[in-house]
């Protein structure tokens, strides 16, 4: 069955990085787009990046942009979300999600606290 767990969450100062990742297994990985969403507390959850399965293409939630790269390696089915800079508004559950025949899959997320 499809499976993702994520990992690398913990508590940062403002201005400190993080490297997340998601562990996939029981599917094609190599051939599903992957994405990385968060939900803070209070709100709802929402995409902050996405990467495609072939050609490695990226986007992201504005409020994310050139702080968070998100990256894949194929060969340990391993998805990886680097995050620079953050701030304590990035204070969140963050989880990976792909789709996989229709169905939306998700991880029980990695929780990320950012405060000094």
């Known amino acids: 069955q499809v499976q993702l767990v994520e990992s690398g969450g913990g508590l940062v100062q403002p201005g400190g990085s993080l490297r997340l990742s998601c562990a996939a297994s029981g599917f094609a990985f190599s051939l599903r787009p992957m994405s990385w969403y968060r939900r803070a507390p209070g709100k709802e959850r929402e995409f902050i990046a996405g990467?495609?399965?072939?050609?490695?293409?990226?986007n992201y939630a504005d409020s994310v942009k050139d702080r968070f790269t998100i990256s894949r390696d194929n060969a340990t089915k391993t998805l990886y979300l680097q995050m620079n800079s953050l701030k304590p508004e990035d204070t969140a559950l963050y989880y990976c999600?792909?789709?996989?025949?229709?169905?939306?899959?998700w991880g029980n997320g990695t929780l990320v606290t950012v405060s000094s």
């Open positions: 999600s792909t789709n996989v025949g229709g169905l939306n899959y």
């Open positions: 990467i495609d399965s072939f050609r490695a293409d990226t």
